[in-house]
């Protein structure tokens, strides 16, 4: 009798794109009662990029699709997951309007909305599809267009958010590349990260309780990275590097310092990125790649945090086969 071979996910290819349009702290001086030093020592950002009049949460996650499938031979494609708190509308779902630019039909696509969470949620799906063999090739998107969710009249949020989109191209394989995943929830903490009209009847905008938001984004952030490592058999000195959320450069010196890890096992985009939600952990993920900072069979744990309140972990093993921008 002949054993069936165990099926993996594998990544296979990575991609991102940024917009052009750039929003400096200089920027921002001129809009809000702020100044480059109060946002630098309060976030670690400098510089975020803003989508153009016309360039949506799907148009974005499509371009990196078409770099990652060029990266990879366009090999068929059988689901496209989408993450994103700030798709194009309501309905349809942001990943059949990607789909659609793509130009492909007939196979599954829908969103996942864990916020900036998002993410490690959507890799624990697709995932789950090609370990569950309805899936052999599958397009993880994770693409924001924040700046459409925020109010530049609050200076609190306005300084955080940028816009950005990445793709990442999962394969079926014997070789495991993600060996552990963790989620969480807590609707309890729902009300500290909202999108809600101000008290005055403005726009609906991103509102956030940011003393609450620090406290338990760190918290959560250490428990995921002793908890991908231990179940991925790694144990906290077996990591390589840790893939953060990037939500704000203060926490992650906290969780360094909490953990007792140096800062340089942590990869920070979020000076020239801001927080881009689901998007900012592929994100990283691509520029560290490209930058030559990730090895083959590097251990990595892309932690998140985000409003729900949700969190989560993935452990993932690197190899020097993945095509990258």
Same mark, same amino acid.
């Given at each position: 009798?002949?054993?069936?071979?165990?099926?993996?996910?594998?990544?296979?290819?990575?991609?991102?794109?940024?917009?052009?349009?750039?929003?400096?702290?200089?920027?921002?001086?001129?809009?809000?009662?702020?100044?480059?030093?109060?946002?630098?020592?309060?976030?670690?950002?400098?510089?975020?990029?803003?989508?153009?009049?016309?360039?949506?949460?799907?148009?974005?996650?499509?371009?990196?699709?078409?770099?990652?499938?060029?990266?990879?031979?366009?090999?068929?494609?059988?689901?496209?997951?989408?993450?994103?708190?700030?798709?194009?509308?309501?309905?349809?779902?942001?990943?059949?309007?990607?789909?659609?630019?793509?130009?492909?039909?007939?196979?599954?696509?829908?969103?996942?909305?864990?916020?900036?969470?998002?993410?490690?949620?959507?890799?624990?799906?697709?995932?789950?599809?090609?370990?569950?063999?309805?899936?052999?090739?599958?397009?993880?998107?994770?693409?924001?267009?924040?700046?459409?969710?925020?109010?530049?009249? #609050? =200076?609190?949020? $306005?300084?955080? @958010? *940028?816009? &950005? +989109?990445?793709?990442?191209?999962? !394969?079926?394989?014997?070789?495991?590349?993600?060996?552990?995943?963790?989620?969480?929830?807590?609707?309890?903490?729902?009300?500290?990260?909202?999108?809600?009209?101000?008290?005055?009847?403005?726009?609906?905008?991103?509102?956030?309780?940011?003393?609450?938001?620090?406290?338990?984004?760190?918290?959560?952030?250490?428990?995921?990275?002793?908890?991908?490592?231990?179940?991925?058999?790694?144990?906290?000195?077996?990591?390589?590097?840790?893939?953060?959320?990037?939500?704000?450069?203060?926490?992650?010196?906290?969780?360094?310092?909490?953990?007792?890890?140096?800062?340089?096992?942590?990869?920070?985009?979020?000076?020239?990125?801001?927080?881009?939600?689901?998007?900012?952990?592929?994100?990283?993920?691509?520029?560290?790649?490209?930058?030559?900072?990730?090895?083959?069979? #590097? =251990?990595?744990? $892309?932690?998140? @945090? *985000?409003? &729900? +309140?949700?969190?989560?972990?993935? !452990?993932?093993?690197?190899?020097?086969?993945?095509?990258?921008?």
């Amino acid at each position: 009798m002949t054993s069936r071979t165990e099926t993996h996910p594998a990544l296979l290819g990575i991609a991102s794109v940024l917009p052009e349009r750039v929003l400096t702290n200089a920027d921002l001086e001129r809009m809000v009662e702020t100044s480059d030093q109060w946002i630098t020592e309060r976030t670690g950002i400098k510089v975020r990029h803003l989508a153009g009049e016309k360039e949506t949460a799907s148009l974005l996650g499509a371009r990196a699709c078409e770099k990652v499938l060029d990266l990879c031979g366009a090999p068929d494609v059988d689901l496209i997951v989408t993450t994103t708190c700030s798709g194009d509308t309501l309905v349809p779902p942001t990943a059949c309007l990607i789909q659609r630019h793509l130009g492909m039909k007939g196979f599954p696509a829908f969103d996942v909305n864990a916020a900036c969470s998002g993410f490690v949620y959507g890799m624990a799906t697709a995932a789950s599809y090609i370990r569950s063999g309805l899936a052999k090739h599958v397009l993880l998107v994770s693409t924001e267009v924040m700046s459409s969710l925020i109010d530049y009249e #609050d =200076r609190s949020t $306005c300084i955080l @958010f *940028g816009d &950005g +989109a990445a793709a990442i191209l999962l !394969g079926a394989s014997e070789e495991n590349a993600v060996p552990s995943i963790i989620l969480g929830a807590n609707g309890q903490d729902a009300h500290h990260i909202v999108y809600e009209e101000k008290p005055t009847g403005k726009s609906p905008a991103v509102r956030m309780n940011g003393r609450e938001t620090y406290r338990t984004a760190v918290d959560k952030m250490c428990a995921m990275i002793d908890g991908v490592a231990e179940e991925a058999g790694w144990g906290r000195e077996g990591i390589d590097l840790i893939v953060p959320h990037q939500a704000n450069y203060r926490i992650m010196e906290a969780v360094a310092q909490r953990m007792g890890l140096p800062l340089d096992r942590m990869v920070s985009v979020i000076d020239h990125m801001g927080n881009t939600s689901s998007a900012s952990i592929p994100l990283a993920l691509d520029e560290a790649a490209r930058l030559g900072k990730l090895h083959d069979g #590097d =251990r990595l744990a $892309c932690v998140a @945090f *985000g409003a &729900g +309140a949700t969190w989560g972990g993935v !452990g993932l093993q690197w190899s020097g086969s993945c095509r990258h921008s």
